[in-house]
């Protein structure tokens, strides 16, 4: 590399990420075969529109690279192209979940004599994302969210309270699938909640979508009408998203397809694409099963250690790569903000986090997120985890 600069900065940050214990939830470690195909000269070609309908010229190899991401995407999660589109062009989540609402939220407008349109999203405060309805992104903004949260006893979903905001609310879509929910998630129940309103159901599957691809966690597939995912947590690829519609006749595929170009991007990034088509081929391998069912054994370990060890763990453990644990009332009364700069001058690298009911704020939360995805790519065992628990107790305690 010629930028000697660049080139260093790069340098160090390998070797910073190799000398600490990452256990940041929504990242992992792409396999080189990934960082080819993102540092290829696919980043030249302007490709915008889709296979076959381009509106540049020389995109044949290109269609090529994106049809075979798509097959490749329905196949890891066992879906026929009779029944499920996919669109392989978000540039990562959060323009993935505004495409969908644009496809299919009215935006309130005079003109159209529309009402703004409702997404019945979780609260960010209790695990939801910001792009599930929040007022300070975008989606809350042209659209009005109906926040929902977990119960205060079991920190866990409560159907007969969603039942009741749905009712009294009429959503026009409700979102399921969150940022810090560490576990299972009733697809059916949502699905039922969907219909009793004539809502559609989106599931947001970034978080958990290597463990569905996997096998360890429910597919939402059976009962969604469309499903975004990003493609760098669990799924272990590049930074990038996709989106999953159902084909039943309401021509969610067209909708999602013109939401997401020309609504609200411009060319696709090509090697992006070409990225997560090699990373769905190593999700296809057998390895990778074991490999999912490694990250939830890792969470669970590490989840049950923790709390023997006296830290507070949200819902009481998890289903999942994720754990939340309230260091504030459940610990030694430390709060996230300082738990994670003490964890991270440690070698320890986690995320402050909010809990459900936080009595403190986001920027100094009662709680840190953590998980098992990364680690165990770096093949992190069951008595690695015992270790890191032990680590972070006596870190938080000194
Ligand atoms: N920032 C991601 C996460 O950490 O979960 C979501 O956007």
Not at 117 to 128: D, N, P, Q, R, S
Not at 252 to 276: E, R, S, T, Y
Request: aromatic letters at 8%; proline letters at 4%.
């Amino acid at each position: 590399m010629k930028d000697r600069q660049i080139e260093k900065l790069i340098k160090k940050e390998k070797e910073h990420s190799k000398n600490v214990i990452n256990l940041i939830a929504s990242e992992n470690y792409v396999s080189s075969d990934v960082l080819t195909a993102l540092g290829s000269i696919l980043t030249n070609k302007y490709a915008e529109g889709y296979p076959g309908a381009r509106y540049y010229g020389g995109n044949v190899i290109i269609d090529e690279i994106e049809n075979l991401c798509k097959k490749r995407a329905l196949e890891v999660f066992g879906l026929s192209r009779d029944k499920w589109a996919v669109n392989v062009q978000p540039l990562s989540g959060s323009p993935a979940n505004v495409a969908v609402y644009l496809a299919l939220v009215p935006i309130g407008s005079p003109s159209t004599g529309l009402e703004v349109g409702k997404i019945m999203g979780m609260t960010l405060a209790h695990g939801g994302h910001l792009t599930h309805g929040h007022k300070v992104s975008i989606t809350g903004k042209f659209w009005r969210q109906i926040p929902y949260g977990v119960s205060k006893e079991t920190e866990t979903l409560d159907f007969n309270e969603l039942g009741e905001i749905a009712k009294k609310e009429k959503p026009n879509i409700i979102v399921a699938g969150f940022t810090a929910y560490p576990r299972l998630i009733d697809f059916k129940k949502f699905r039922e909640l969907a219909d009793s309103v004539g809502a559609y159901l989106m599931v947001d599957m970034s978080h958990f979508a290597g463990l569905v691809a996997g096998g360890v966690y429910p597919s939402p597939f059976e009962y969604a009408d469309i499903v975004t995912t990003t493609t760098h947590k669990t799924l272990r690829g590049p930074r990038s998203a996709m989106i999953f519609s159902k084909i039943d006749g309401r021509l969610l595929p067209a909708k999602i397809d013109k939401a997401v170009f020309p609504g609200i991007q411009g060319g696709p990034h090509i090697n992006q694409i070409a990225a997560v088509a090699v990373a769905l081929k190593e999700v296809s391998k057998s390895d990778f099963k074991r490999y999912a069912k490694q990250i939830v054994k890792n969470a669970n370990i590490l989840a049950m250690e923790l709390a023997r060890l006296g830290w507070r763990i949200i819902s009481g453990g998890t289903d999942t790569h994720l754990i939340l644990v309230d260091t504030w009332n459940g610990g030694v009364g430390i709060g996230g903000k300082e738990a994670s700069e003490k964890l991270e001058k440690a070698g320890i690298i986690v995320n402050k986090n909010t809990i459900p009911f936080d009595t403190r704020t986001p920027v100094d939360p009662s709680g840190i997120r953590i998980g098992t995805a990364g680690e165990t790519t770096r093949r992190k065992k069951e008595k690695d985890m015992i270790k890191i628990a032990h680590k972070i107790d006596f870190v938080l305690r000194t």
